[in-house]
């Protein structure tokens, strides 16, 4: 406020002493007169911005950086020029009055009063100018920062979710079945260790992030649910049943069905008596559906949220308009993802080993 207020006054001091300089040249002679006029220009400074302010204060929700409205801002100019030529004459009649004590009407000489018209027009003009640029230059800082946040909150979330995903209990629980395995069940660690092998490639793969074919995304979930149930034995099932032609015509985001799988495994109790059971199938047109019996933990550890975060706003940086579901349906926690068709223009796929 204070900085604002010296602002106005210094302008004022300006603006007098450069319409003096040019009415009547060098030497200059500060009279009562001058100060007079800097108080005028001050005044009438002040009121003008108060009002330009009032005006544009809705510039950033009626304009924006890509389309700008034109015909609007020509209408913000010519009535703020026809307020200040009114304000002009008001002021002057005001201040006549206010210094003689009676209403006295006098015009200055005709050259003169000509001059301070042009002269307040293009001061006007100026003013009108700094200002728009003023709120276009912070509604494109804002938008930047806005944006740049949104890209720093999405590298923050694929770093947090790759973490999430080489969680060391997972990595050493796979260790200690390939020990137990090696021996008594070559095979079974053989492929097992296979599974591992593509399913932590992938992870690392991931960390580039975009969209990616459906098929190579079933891929994945296989090697993870196989490592799964393997872990679990006749405690968890899966099945996939997603037609071949869809697999090749759909897209998703990159990684998206593991963490609802572990989702999935971490919230529900899976044992010989209560089997939990995995199953993602095509629901409807351009839907994914991954869907677990519903047989929540009765824990005291509260889940955070962050397995879905991640979900939702990965979908939210692609599909803003299409994100995830979630809900329980007939003794079945269900979860929706909307597939992307490769005709739609998107991201393009990322390369796969």
Same mark, same amino acid.
């Given at each position: 406020? @204070?900085?604002?207020?010296?602002?106005?006054l210094t302008l004022g001091v300006m603006v007098s002493f450069l319409q003096e300089l040019v009415l009547h040249g060098v030497p200059m002679v500060i009279g009562p007169g001058f100060w007079g006029e800097v108080v005028f220009a001050i005044l009438y400074l002040a009121t003008f911005i108060m009002v330009q302010r009032k005006l544009l204060a809705r510039f950033r929700a009626q304009v924006r950086i890509e389309a700008m409205d034109m015909n609007r801002? %020509?209408?913000?100019?010519?009535? /703020?020029?026809?307020?200040?030529?009114?304000?002009?004459?008001?002021?002057?009649?005001?201040?006549?009055? /206010?210094? &003689?004590?009676?209403? &006295?009407?006098?015009? =200055?000489?005709?050259?003169?009063?000509?001059?301070?018209?042009?002269?307040?027009?293009?001061?006007?003009?100026?003013?009108? !100018? @700094?200002g728009v640029a003023y709120r276009w !230059?912070?509604?494109?800082?804002?938008? =930047?920062? %806005? =944006?740049?946040?949104?890209? =720093?909150a999405y590298m923050n979330t694929q770093l947090q979710m790759l973490r999430q995903q080489l969680n060391p209990h997972f990595l050493f629980n796979n /260790?200690?079945?390939?020990? %137990?395995?090696?021996r008594s069940k070559p095979m079974l660690a053989y492929e097992f260790t296979r599974n591992m092998a593509s399913f932590y490639r992938k992870v690392l793969e991931s960390e580039q992030g975009g969209l990616i074919l459906l098929r190579e995304e079933l891929k994945t979930a296989g090697y993870y649910l196989y490592l799964l149930g393997v872990r679990f034995e006749e405690k968890l099932s899966y099945d996939i049943e997603v037609p071949d032609n869809c697999q090749d015509s759909c897209l998703l985001p990159d990684f998206i069905l593991q963490p609802i799988i572990e989702n999935a495994v971490k919230h529900n109790v899976a044992s010989r008596n209560m089997p939990l059971k995995i199953l993602i199938?095509?629901?409807?047109?351009?839907?994914?559906? @991954?869907?677990? &019996?519903?047989?929540?933990?009765?824990? !005291? !550890?509260e889940s955070l949220g962050i397995g879905w975060f991640n979900v939702e706003n990965r979908y939210r940086h692609y599909l803003s308009d299409r994100l995830p579901v979630k809900f329980v349906e007939d003794g079945w926690y269900v979860v929706q993802v909307p597939l992307i068709e490769t005709t739609e223009s998107y991201p393009s796929i990322p390369k796969t080993q």
């Open positions: 406020m @204070v900085y604002r207020v010296v602002w106005i801002m %020509a209408g913000y100019f010519l009535g /703020l020029q026809l307020f200040g030529f009114v304000w002009l004459f008001v002021l002057g009649i005001g201040m006549q009055v /206010l210094v &003689t004590g009676s209403f &006295t009407f006098r015009l =200055k000489d005709f050259d003169s009063l000509r001059f301070i018209l042009v002269y307040y027009f293009f001061l006007n003009t100026i003013i009108f !100018s @700094v !230059s912070r509604m494109y800082r804002s938008e =930047k920062n %806005a =944006k740049h946040m949104a890209e =720093k /260790l200690n079945i390939i020990a %137990a395995t090696i199938r095509l629901k409807g047109t351009g839907i994914l559906e @991954v869907r677990n &019996t519903y047989q929540p933990k009765d824990s !005291s !550890s």
